[in-house]
């Protein structure tokens, strides 16, 4: 049984964050994911839109990923390695060499991140839809759901 573990925000789920965990999943047998609580993310200066509880059950969700943890701090990985009989921990290549200290635990990979795509420019891009587009948005909902109510 090979196992594989990566740790992660994922707030705002994205097909950036799907790609990377599919592809981490088909290493191995089973995938453990260390999901950053909010405390973690306020040290490490994230502010999510999604609470751990969210993000944890999004991710948790998911077919490839079998296990979700907190991940509460920088220092836990080495233990939860340990703990968890990790035999290849992976990340996205942003973080290219910085958890090589881990190579004496497990093998150590680095995947390439799925371009074009991150939270902060999902961020950036719903902060942009001004106030009438949300509201012609709203308004042609409101009539797709009185379609769909008018054929119940
Ligand atoms: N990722 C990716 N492609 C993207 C965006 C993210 O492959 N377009 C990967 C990242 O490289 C990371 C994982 O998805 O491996 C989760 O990304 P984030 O939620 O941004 O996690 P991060 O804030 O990098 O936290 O201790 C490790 C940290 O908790 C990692």
Redesign the pocket.
């Known amino acids: 049984m090979k196992i594989v573990m ?6 705002l789920f ?4 799907l ?3 599919e592809r981490l999943a088909e290493l191995g047998d089973k995938l453990i994911v ?1 999901v ?1 609580t909010d405390e ?2 306020q040290e ?1 200066g ?1 502010q999510c839109l999604y609470s751990y509880q969210e993000r944890a059950r999004i991710v948790g969700a998911l077919k490839c990923v079998d296990k979700v943890i907190p ?1 509460n701090n ?1 220092q836990q ?1 080495q233990q939860d390695i340990i703990e968890h009989k990790v035999d290849l921990f ?6 290219q060499g910085k ?1 090589d200290n881990l190579q004496d635990l497990c093998e150590v990979i680095y ?9 902060t420019q999902l961020k950036l891009s719903l902060a942009k839809i001004d106030p009438q587009t949300i509201q012609k948005m709203k308004q042609g909902l409101d009539s797709v759901l009185d379609i769909v109510k008018a054929l119940e």
């Open positions: 990566t740790y992660g925000t994922f707030d994205h097909i950036g964050h790609n990377l965990l260390g950053s973690f993310n490490k994230k991940e920088w990985k992976g990340m996205g290549n942003d973080w958890f995947l390439s991140r799925t371009p074009t795509i991150s939270t």
